[in-house]
């Protein structure tokens, strides 16, 4: 099971920080979904999040992510979702040449360079972690 970045990375034997953890969350507004990516060694900053993008966002419960993305949490990939969702990616992600994120379950991942997971997500590149 690889479903916190801890164990991901021990499992692919790589650093944390190159699993590409899916956060769902909810933007305040408009109520919808918004996908943030941040590096497993990194934790999203909300402030940096409404500073940087305009958006507030607050957490999403397990029955809103599965009805907005189609998965449930630990497995929610970066793409494939039942509805369109807003992304953001965090800068920290751009250290790796390789990531790793979730590919619909809990027991599976994918690899990938930061370049492919912003192409594929049309996702905003942000610094929206914690210093």
């Known amino acids: ?34 996908l943030v990516m941040c590096a497993g ?30 998965f449930a949490i630990g497995g929610v990939p970066p793409v494939a979702h039942t509805n369109p969702l807003h992304t953001l990616l965090d800068d920290s992600l751009q250290r790796h040449a390789v990531i790793w994120a979730a590919a619909g379950t809990p027991e599976s991942v994918f690899c990938m360079s930061p370049q492919q997971l912003q192409l594929i997500t049309a996702g905003s590149w942000l610094d929206i972690a914690q210093s």
Do not use: M, P, W, Y
């Open 41 to 70: 060694d990194r934790r999203v900053d909300l402030q940096k999040v409404k500073l940087q993008s305009g958006i507030e966002l607050a957490k999403a419960d397990a029955d809103f992510v599965r009805q907005q993305t189609g």
């Open 1 to 34: 099971a690889v479903r916190t970045a801890a164990l991901a990375a021990e499992a692919l034997d790589c650093a944390v920080g190159q699993i590409a953890n899916s956060l769902i969350f909810r933007d305040k507004a408009s109520q919808h979904a918004v």
